[in-house]
Every structure is written in C-alpha cells, then in structure tokens.
C-alpha cells in the first residue's frame, strides 16, 4: 500500500505539480484548499504526511500543525512539512516549536519537496503510528537508511533535524560545536537560521534524551562555545 500525502495548498498550480512529482514517486496524494477543512478531513481520512502551507484561507498552518500535536481524541498525528512563502526566523522557529518534522520556504523545487518527504517518512515518525524499532547496545546508535537513532536501546522520536543535530554531537563525545558549525550540519540547504533555532532544538532534543535516561544530563552547554555531548562515566 503507497504511502498516503495530503497537500494543503490554496494554490492550485503549486499544489497540481506537487501532487504530480509525488504520485510519479508512488505516493498516493490528496489536495485541499482550506485550512478549515483539514482536522475533519483528516479524522476521517488519516494520511502519513501533511504539506502544510502557512497562509491558508479559514485556519492557518501554524494553528493546524497546534492542532494536530495537542493529542486531542480522534485527530490523528501525521508528519509535518511545511512549506511557506514567509521566510522569516520567527515563523520557521515557530513552525518546528509547534512539531513540524521539516520546512520547506517558497520558492522551491518539486524534487527537493519529493526529498524532503522520502527522508521524513523513512525515519518513521508521526506516519507509522509508532516509535521507531530500538537498537540492541549501550550508548548511541544511527540508522541512516531509516534515519532513526536510539539510546541504550530505546528509541528516540526524532525529527529529521533532530537526528542530524544529534548525530554531528553524538558522532564526537566531548568536542565542542559552535553554533554555527551545528546550524551547517542541522540546515545544510544554506538557508538563514539564528542562534535561537539551535538553541529551541537542543532544549527538545535534551527533553527526548532525558526521557530515556533520566538525570544524565547528556548535552552541555559551554559558555561562549556551544554545546557537547558527553556520555556518562
């Protein structure tokens, strides 16, 4: 069964040759116009991906993407990419605060969209309705293939820049990495980001791994520097 992407898109143009690059991909891909249309559609019909434009007639992105993160009963909790002609910081911090697993800022490439939605669904996520497998082992563990990482064993639900964020301080215990050097690893598309949007996924990516290990204190912040990933003793 093809996997299934809803594309919320006021523009039809946009949203016809999305959904052609995505069905030539394999996808099966529906297409609304309305943000006031999409909890109900979606309670009814679950998908595994939202393409979710930010300016929307009836409801914005940004109260759907709230929406359809705050675990009410019935509405389900696909992956989020969205996609937006607003290219400031503010909306982008906001957009992966709210639980937006990518952002994708207008104009962009048809290819570069079908990427973007093949990685997000590869590592699990929100689609598969489940975490992903654990990995046997003490430590840290990545699987590129499905872009899913784990601690001690448990999995971690990881967005795509989580898992990249992760993996660059992961990858060298005890180094320092600048703001800038994690911001190059994290978004390496070159678009503008501030230090306040590392700082927002160190502090979700610190709320995840103290979950699996509770009091380690994985991640540390050095003052004037960045941040290290130091392993317990």
Do not use: N
């Not at 990685?119 to 590129?144: C, E, K, N, S, Y």
């Not at 990516?205 to 290290?228: C, D, F, M, N, T």
């Amino acid at each position: 069964m093809s996997e299934r992407v809803l594309i919320v898109e006021d523009e039809t143009k946009i949203a016809g040759v999305l959904s052609d690059y995505l069905e030539q991909s394999g996808y099966t891909v529906h297409h609304l116009t309305r943000g006031d249309e999409v909890e109900a559609w979606l309670a009814a019909h679950p998908v595994d991906l939202v393409l979710l434009d930010l300016m929307l007639p009836g409801k914005s992105g940004l109260d759907i993407c709230r929406a359809l993160r705050s675990g009410a009963p019935g509405l389900p909790s696909p992956a989020i990419i969205m996609v937006t002609a607003r290219v400031e910081e503010i909306d982008r911090l906001l957009g992966l605060e709210l639980g937006a697993d990518d952002y994708i800022c207008k104009p962009f490439s048809p290819r570069e969209v079908v990427a973007r939605v093949k990685a997000v669904l590869r590592r699990g996520g929100h689609a598969a309705g489940a975490a992903p497998a654990p990995t046997p082992g003490r430590g840290l563990h990545f699987d590129d293939a499905a872009w899913r990482a784990s601690l001690d064993g448990q999995a971690l639900d990881l967005t795509v820049v989580e898992y990249q964020l992760l993996k660059v301080l992961g990858s060298r215990p005890g180094r320092i990495f600048s703001r800038e050097q994690l911001m190059d690893a994290m978004y390496r598309d070159e678009r503008v980001v501030s230090d306040r949007t590392v700082d927002s996924h160190i502090k979700k990516l610190r709320r995840k791994l103290e979950e699996r290990a509770p009091g380690q204190g994985l991640i540390h912040s050095v003052y004037g520097l960045g941040y290290k990933y130091e392993p317990p003793a």
